[in-house]
């Protein structure tokens, strides 16, 4: 019962890298999401994806891309890092966007930019 | 436009003293409530959710909420707080307007004295 799979769980980046964050998710489920948490402002949404084949900007996209791979995976890139992007970033899985039900989460990456 | 205040930062209580973290919500249909928790290095987990049925709502590890939609409020409480307790907790709001996106509150950290 793995749930939701973030990797890396750490990751020290240069201002101007790129890297991708993944996610997977094993529990059939059709909605995906990308948070980021910084202290004292809860969880922001980054982007978010319906159902395989679409995605669509959330609260602070600026900055960032988004891939739904398939059904399973859902990743997140940072083309050109920079030390505000340094924070926790969680990957979140819901059955569909038409329901109540509550999302579950990853373990999250921290990711530090210098 | 949903939103979600969590009054104070933090919270200290002694070992079996009652526990009450407040939530504030405001959304313009009626609306979905939830209380996550997260414990130190991991990801969000759900202790209970408000959807239109039971006005109070009891969740795991012996905590409850009771949906006021006078006062706007959906604040988690409990009776007798052990040292396990001790994690940060999330209220949050989603409802059909928003594609049932989620909004998180900024957090109430708590901790549990011996």
């Known amino acids: 019962n793995a749930g939701v799979t973030q990797t890396p769980k750490f990751q020290v980046l240069k201002t101007g890298q790129s890297m991708t964050l993944q996610c997977a998710q094993d529990?059939?489920?059709?909605?995906m999401y990308w948070y980021r948490q910084d202290p004292g402002m809860g969880l922001r949404l980054i982007y978010y994806?319906?159902?395989?084949?679409?995605?669509d900007k959330g609260e602070v996209p600026n900055g960032y891309n988004v891939s739904r791979l398939n059904k399973r995976e859902f990743s997140l890139r940072l083309e050109s890092a920079a030390p505000s992007q340094t924070s926790v970033y969680f990957c979140?899985?819901?059955?569909?966007?038409?329901?109540?039900?509550?999302?579950?989460f990853g373990d999250g990456t921290r990711l530090s930019i210098l | 436009a949903q939103s979600v205040t969590q009054l104070g930062s933090h919270v200290s209580v002694s070992e079996g003293a009652l526990v009450l973290l407040r939530c504030n919500y405001s959304s313009s249909v009626p609306p979905y409530l939830f209380w996550y928790v997260q414990y130190p290095n991991q990801g969000l987990q759900l202790l209970l959710k408000y959807t239109s049925a039971a006005t109070l709502v009891k969740g795991i590890n012996g905590f409850e909420a009771e949906f006021k939609k006078s006062e706007t409020s959906f604040h988690l409480t409990k009776p007798s707080a052990h040292m396990s307790d001790a994690a940060e907790y999330f209220c949050?709001?989603?409802?059909?307007?928003?594609?049932?996106?989620?909004?998180f509150g900024a957090g109430t950290r708590l901790f549990v004295k011996a």
């Open positions: 949050a709001v989603s409802d059909f307007t928003g594609g049932f996106k989620t909004i």
């Open positions: 979140a899985s819901r059955p569909g966007t038409g329901d109540n039900q509550p999302q579950h």
């Open positions: 994806s319906a159902s395989e084949g679409t995605t």
């Open positions: 529990m059939n489920h059709n909605s």
